[in-house]
C-alpha cells in the first residue's frame, strides 16, 4: 500500500543543520521508540505540481505580496496554521493554510494574498465571498479571520 502525507503536513524545522530534521534537543516528537525515521533518499524529487506543505519548495508568488491586515494577523500568529471554512448545510468543509507571511494556500496548491480570493476559489463561488468571516482558525468554531485582525489591529495599537 502507498502511503499519502495528510494535508498540511508542515515539515518539521532542521534546527540542527545537519539534516536530519530533528529540533536542536532531540528527537521528533512523532518518531518511533527505537529511534528508526524514514528518510527520502537526496535524488527523489517531488512533482513541481505539490502543494508546499508536501514539497517545501515556495512558489513564486506576486510582488506585491499579501494582505497587509493578513499579514499582520499571520505575523502575530507566528507560525502556518490551519484556516478551516465548514457549510454545515451545503455538506462542504474546505481547509487551508495561512503561512507566516500572510499567503494563503489551498489544498490544491494554489495561493492566494487575500481571504476573498481563496474563499472563492475554494468554493468554486461565481458570487463574492466575504473571506475574512467564513474561514476560521483550526477548528469551524474558531475566531474568524476578522476576529484575528482585529485582535491584532488592537495589540498594534
Known amino acids: 500500500p502507498s502511503v499519502v502525507a495528510p494535508p498540511f503536513a508542515v515539515r518539521l524545522a532542521d534546527a540542527r543543520g ?32 505539490l502543494p508546499y506543505a508536501f514539497t517545501g519548495v515556495v512558489p513564486a508568488l506576486a510582488a506585491d505580496g499579501a494582505h497587509p491586515d493578513l499579514a499582520l494577523v499571520a505575523a502575530h500568529i507566528g507560525a502556518p496554521v490551519a484556516l478551516v471554512w465548514s457549510r454545515d448545510r451545503r455538506g462542504e468543509f474546505y481547509e487551508a493554510l495561512l503561512h507566516e507571511d500572510g499567503w494563503i494556500e489551498l489544498a490544491d496548491g494554489s495561493w492566494f494574498p487575500e481571504p476573498d480570493a481563496a474563499a472563492e476559489a475554494v468554493s468554486a463561488s461565481d458570487t463574492h465571498v466575504d473571506g475574512w468571516s ?13 476576529d484575528l485582525r482585529d485582535a491584532a489591529r488592537s495589540f498594534e495599537g
Open 18 to 49: 545537519d539534516g536530519s530534521g530533528q529540533a536542536a534537543g532531540g528527537v521528533r516528537p512523532d518518531a518511533p521508540a527505537d529511534g528508526h525515521v524514514a528518510t527520502l533518499s537526496a535524488d527523489v524529487v517531488p512533482p513541481a505540481s
Open 134 to 146: 467564513v474561514w476560521r482558525l483550526e477548528r469551524p468554531n474558531g475566531p474568524t479571520l476578522t
